[in-house]
């Protein structure tokens, strides 16, 4: 069974940093795309950063020069460095795979989402 497993999460202060680490494991012979979404109160889930797995990456208009996406595509792991944190970058931040083969080279019909970690930035 394939899964996601999100780490890094927790509260700071403005203009802190946070480094949040998503683990995908199971049957995965590759990922087309590793990423980060964030759902806030009251707001619809929405795309912080994605990198596909030839390294091209697409951010949010309000996360560029502040997040920095990276991913080891051996190991199936995706980072999100999140530096000058501000109140509004506070949600539940989800790691997503999407394109999945497994070791079969079969296609996964559907993507996969993490458990969800809490970033709250508040002084």
């Known amino acids: 069974q394939l899964q996601l497993v999100e780490s890094g999460g927790g509260e700071v202060q403005p203009g802190g940093s946070l480094r949040l680490s998503c683990a995908a494991s199971?049957?995965?012979?590759?990922?087309?795309?590793m990423g980060w979404y964030r759902q806030a109160p009251g707001k619809q889930r929405e795309l912080v950063a994605v990198?596909?797995?030839?390294?091209?990456?697409n951010y949010a208009d309000s996360v560029k020069g502040r997040f920095t996406i990276s991913r080891d595509n051996a190991k199936n792991t995706v980072d999100l460095q999140m530096n000058s944190l501000k109140p509004e970058d506070t949600a539940v931040y989800y790691c997503n795979a999407d394109g999945l083969l497994d070791n079969e080279r079969r296609a996964y019909e559907n993507d996969f989402w993490g458990q969800g970690t809490q970033v709250t930035v508040s002084s």
């Open positions: 199971g049957s995965i012979f590759s990922i087309y795309t």
């Open positions: 990198q596909r797995n030839g390294g091209s990456t």
